[in-house]
């Protein structure tokens, strides 16, 4: 058997000297509207995954950590917590952990009120865990033993009237103004405000911390334990097999990844993955209909050639696989201009002027398999509609495509 | 003259010896063929019960006035087209109802076609469109193109192999077009109107190149003229007179 088949040779021939005899401006017209829809191939997907890796990072490094430690028995706090924290740093892919634990409160400053989760931390250990330190405003974050209090602009309010929970904050208050709390436990504390961060992720902006050992004076009773430690693993894949290796190191715990604090943004992320593969399926669909429509002109200007080329004796495979050669040939010229765009104009400018997004800046994410996905999707796009319209045309009888 | 004269010395040294000439047997049997055309509701009777032999090494001309089924008849023989009844052996073969894939192979082997209006592929120079068809056969690539370019110069075309159809003459293009017909060695090859369109000098000189391809090379030919002066040209002469057979020389 020949290594390339004669029908494969005579197309390739035949589809050489039609591009080479094309006019270039409707060349250049489909390579462009392919290039188009592969460019949307590669934006939408790549800034629907910044979206949802943008939000998942938030969560994680501002809110949840990668696991939550929770104590599952009766009492709401983990014992031995530092001997705990101590055996789980210690596991592999463990990067840090640092423990928390809450009281609700009431704010007061000036003449606003509001309410909210007072959280004691330790300040070095939230730093190893949390990035919440890198998003102040205004101020600094705590250390050891700081009888100052941190406040979420949602809180603080901090004049920033744009931000979408104001109406109940307090409105004002800024660094180095006093506020009055008033714990659940009904103990009265005034904290002077020693900074005010800004997550752009509401949930984080929410809250209010004050350090360990202020909150061990409030609340006597948490002393040496933990109502949760924060966990920060080494990568993704850890965290399940972690989970399973903490629970086994101590009974009566609850382990939570990181997925079960994502509240709202859990179905954000499941929506976004739904509206990526519709706008998929759409590209697709123009990008198919794009090649129809060219092919389809295109045959149909050359009917009378291909009546021709089947009454010489080309068969319906050689004069077929002529437009699917050409239909693959504008599409890879198309993948490779779509690609080149997208790495040196679209991602680069996408990086200087991200899009902004509730949840602070989303770039777009993309990897050498998106590529490879959105060039084959193209790619097979091009060939099923570019074989349809000359199938079509091989269905009219020999005579009529020459004669009318 | 020249070329013409050329062309059947080239052509000869390839098919000499292959011994495919025997006069006795009819290359071509056709019974009875019938061809209705249908145009809405009204029905066309092109041919109308045509029955005739193309003696193997004939050269058969086909003659009668402007609609009078020549063209339908030559395009039934070439297998171009599917008559409505009747049968068509070709060299001992029924071929009216042989599936496309056959025909396709009939038609790229056994039968050259010259169009009335050339029929070349405007994409291809002069020498791609003659090799064109020895390439969809599987030829070597040396064979076919060193084939196309002798064909070429033979018909006086050899400094015009790398234009485009759209730059010869009307009648350069027939002698492109008739190259190209030859390509393959066919037995029989089919002209509709082969000067139709050329001046008389070129028809004269078509015409030449045909029947010495007839009688040197012993191509079987079959070609369609309204002109009656192409009647000289030919051994056997069919006239048709709406859609039958009016008389035969």
Request: include cysteine.
């Amino acid at each position: 058997m020949r290594l390339f088949p004669k029908y494969l040779r005579v197309a390739s021939f035949l589809a050489y000297s039609s591009v080479v005899r094309s006019n270039l401006g409707v060349i250049v017209l489909t390579v462009l509207i392919l290039a188009l829809a592969g460019l949307n191939l590669l934006f939408v997907p790549g800034l629907l995954q910044g979206l949802v890796d943008g939000a998942n990072a938030k969560v994680k490094d501002t809110y949840a950590g990668s696991l939550v430690v929770e104590s599952n028995s009766e009492n709401p706090l983990i014992v031995d917590s530092a001997v705990l924290m101590n055996s789980i740093k210690s596991m592999p892919g463990v990067e840090s952990a640092t423990p928390r634990n809450t009281l609700g409160a009431e704010l007061a400053f000036s003449n606003e009120r509001t309410t909210c989760v007072v959280t004691g931390v330790v300040p070095e250990g939230e730093r190893s865990v949390f990035t919440i330190d890198r998003y102040m405003i205004e101020g600094t974050y705590l250390t050891d033993d700081d009888s100052w209090i941190v406040l979420g602009v949602q809180l603080a309010g901090a004049d920033q009237a744009d931000i979408e929970l104001y109406s109940r904050s307090l409105k004002n208050a800024h660094v180095g103004d006093v506020v009055s709390v008033t714990y659940a436990n009904g103990v009265k504390k005034s904290y002077r405000i020693k900074g005010i961060f800004k997550t752009d992720f509401i949930q984080t902006d929410l809250q209010a911390f004050v350090s360990e050992t202020e909150f061990e004076s409030v609340a006597p009773i948490v002393k040496g334990m933990a109502g949760s430690i924060r966990v920060k693993t080494a990568d993704e894949a850890s965290i399940l097999p972690l989970a399973a290796m903490i629970m086994r190191a101590r009974a009566g715990l609850r382990v939570s990844p990181w997925e079960d604090y994502a509240g709202i943004m859990r179905s954000m992320t499941s929506s976004f993955s739904v509206i990526n593969t519709i706008l998929n399926v759409v590209n697709v669909l123009v990008a198919g209909i794009t090649v129809f429509i060219v092919t389809y002109i295109d045959v149909t200007n050359r009917r009378r050639q291909i009546g021709i080329q089947r009454a010489i004796g080309i068969t319906p495979g050689s004069i077929v696989m002529t437009y699917v050669l050409r239909a693959t040939f504008y599409a890879l010229i198309a993948v490779g201009v779509a690609g080149l765009v997208f790495l040196y104009a679209v991602i680069p400018l996408e990086a200087k002027y991200p899009f902004h997004f509730p949840f602070g800046p989303v770039y777009l994410i993309f990897g050498i398999h998106d590529m490879a996905r959105a060039g084959l999707i193209l790619l097979s796009a091009s060939l099923v509609a570019s074989f349809l319209p000359v199938w079509l045309s091989l269905r009219i009888r020999i005579m009529d495509a020459i004669w009318g | 003259m020249d070329w013409t004269v050329s062309v059947i010395a080239v052509v000869s040294s390839v098919v000499r010896g292959l011994s495919l000439v025997h006069p006795a047997i009819p290359m071509y049997d056709v019974r009875e063929l019938t061809k209705i055309y249908e145009i809405g509701k009204v029905k066309i009777r092109a041919l109308d019960a045509v029955s005739l032999n193309v003696p193997d090494g004939g050269m058969v001309g086909i003659m009668g006035r402007s609609g009078s089924g020549k063209s339908t008849l030559l395009r039934q023989l070439g297998l171009l087209d599917r008559p409505t009844s009747g049968t068509a052996v070709f060299d001992g073969r029924e071929v009216t109802r042989l599936p496309e894939s056959q025909r396709i192979t009939l038609r790229l082997r056994y039968i050259g076609y010259v169009f009335q209006e050339y029929a070349l592929l405007g994409e291809l120079t002069a020498h791609q469109n003659v090799y064109l068809p020895g390439m969809m056969l599987g030829e070597k690539t040396v064979d076919y193109k060193q084939g196309a370019a002798r064909l070429l110069e033979t018909v006086g075309l050899g400094e015009r192999m790398g234009h485009y159809p759209k730059e010869l003459s009307g009648g350069e293009q027939q002698r492109v077009a008739i190259a190209r017909a030859m390509i393959n060695r066919p037995r029989l090859l089919l002209a509709d109107e082969p000067c139709a369109n050329l001046d008389t000098v070129s028809s004269e000189q078509v015409m030449q190149t045909l029947v010495k391809l007839n009688e040197d090379m012993k191509v079987t030919i079959v070609f369609v003229s309204h002109d009656p002066m192409d009647r000289r040209y030919a051994r056997n002469l069919v006239v048709l007179s709406d859609g039958k057979v009016a008389s035969r020389e």
